[in-house]
């Protein structure tokens, strides 16, 4: 089963070289499962019964069902559709020694430099063309599907120290191999073609780097999964699959995959924006309830922030906390921090392990040490938004922000089994 679920989620994940191609593939399983799209500048129909969502940008999409029967709350689960990365800057190709051509990208998010040295590339996101019928601007995804980039290391022989450290200039260090001179004017060419419109129909494009490596499962007893992006979208699915397989029958249930948290979720489509206020009292007045229903409802309402936790590293086991360490394939990781980094509090940490104990899923629990700075993630963000008893908790990964990370087969089961009892 763990193998079955793993290949599903590698699926999934190559499916997805973007944020944009996240969404698209959560809309078409939402759609396949008879939910409705709702569009943000259109009047809402919500019924009971109904199954809906609603997607923002492209890139972040919420979906909820309304129960048959009066409820009294909601349960949200929400994770994220972007990692980290290199966007194309606007007149990318970069002229160099009359010989080379290379593309002029900057950093998104906080990504380890080093691993994209030396492995084949692609480029995959969307582009915007106005539809000369309609007057409208449309969205067209991008993935150009083959090794297309590369960004070469330099020679130890030309730093000798390379081994000893290094610190990466992005503007110098990393900007990707794109051909010979002949290819001097062709990238957004190939763009258009992989988009399947006119080169001079594009009026402006969001394009990221990807790593071509497909995801494997491997170990002694085949016991990890490695693959780009598994931060997050290794929560998104498994979210998606316990949200769509449980019962849903006793909360408006709310399914969340939003975006740009690796830039700090600031942004009309990011757990900072209103875009899940929206939604919620969109609905709530779509069903005729009025807004003290809402806020009613809120106040026993429970959310999930999923995003992925770190595990402790073979190599390095002192940068764990001494008492909070969890391993692959343990279960499911409760995060903690006390500067509210993330948003666990000792009632969302003891109704999330309530759920975890009913489900039978393992759980374990992460803390940066004291002297270390950490991370953060959406759920606390959300919070000051529409706010109600929220735990952060992740799967446990090794190589966060690296374009290939690893976890454990295990852990993405225990999350859907989780989800599925979340959603009763």
Not at 139 to 157: C, G, T
Not at 196 to 216: A, M, P, S, T, W
Not at 253 to 273: F, H, M, P, R, W
Request: with cysteine.
């Amino acid at each position: 089963m763990n193998h079955t679920i793993s290949k599903e989620l590698i699926h999934f994940i190559e499916s997805s070289p973007s944020c944009f191609h996240a969404v698209k593939f959560t809309e078409d399983l939402l759609l396949k499962d008879h939910f409705t799209q709702l569009q943000e500048n259109e009047k809402w129909q919500i019924q009971r019964g109904g199954r809906y969502f609603v997607a923002r940008n492209g890139s972040a999409l919420i979906a909820f069902t309304v129960p048959e029967q009066s409820f009294s709350g909601m349960r949200i689960i929400a994770g994220h559709s972007d990692s980290p990365s290199f966007k194309i800057k606007e007149n990318p190709e970069l002229e160099t020694e009359k010989h080379y051509i290379r593309l002029n990208v900057e950093g998104y998010g906080g990504m380890l430099c080093a691993p994209w040295f030396d492995r084949p590339l692609s480029v995959a996101g969307r582009v915007i063309i106005k539809n000369k019928e309609t007057g409208k601007f449309e969205s067209r995804l991008v993935n150009i599907d083959r090794d297309l980039i590369m960004i070469p290391s330099l020679a130890i022989h030309m730093n000798r120290d390379a081994n000893k450290g290094y610190s990466y200039n992005i503007q110098k260090d990393m900007l990707p191999l794109y051909g010979d001179i002949s290819a001097k004017g062709t990238f957004l060419k190939i763009t258009a073609d992989a988009a399947g419109v006119k080169e001079n129909e594009i009026l402006g494009h969001d394009l990221f780097l990807y790593n071509r490596q497909k995801g494997c499962i491997w170990g002694a007893s085949q016991e990890y999964i490695s693959s780009p992006r598994l931060d997050d979208l290794q929560c998104a699915f498994a979210s998606l699959k316990g949200f769509l397989s449980a019962p849903r029958e006793s909360h408006l249930a709310v399914y969340c995959i939003l975006d740009n948290e690796e830039t700090g979720s600031n942004t009309k489509q990011g757990a900072a924006s209103t875009f899940l206020y929206d939604t919620l009292t969109r609905a709530y007045r779509g069903l005729g309830m009025t807004e003290e229903d809402y806020l009613v409802h809120l106040a026993d309402s429970f959310m999930i922030s999923a995003d992925n936790a770190h595990a402790v590293h073979p190599n390095y086991t002192d940068k764990a906390d001494p008492s909070n360490r969890p391993f692959l394939n343990g279960g499911i990781v409760i995060k903690f921090n006390a500067g509210q980094k993330y948003c666990t509090d000792a009632l969302s940490a003891a109704m999330f392990r309530d759920i975890c104990r009913e489900a039978g899923v393992p759980v374990q629990t992460f803390a940066n040490r004291s002297d270390m700075a950490g991370g953060s993630t959406l759920g606390n963000i959300s919070n000051t938004r529409v706010a109600l008893n929220t735990v952060d908790i992740g799967l446990p990964q090794l190589a966060m922000h690296s374009p290939y990370e690893t976890a454990g087969t295990k852990d993405t089961g225990y999350l859907i089994k989780a989800a599925e009892k979340f959603f009763l």
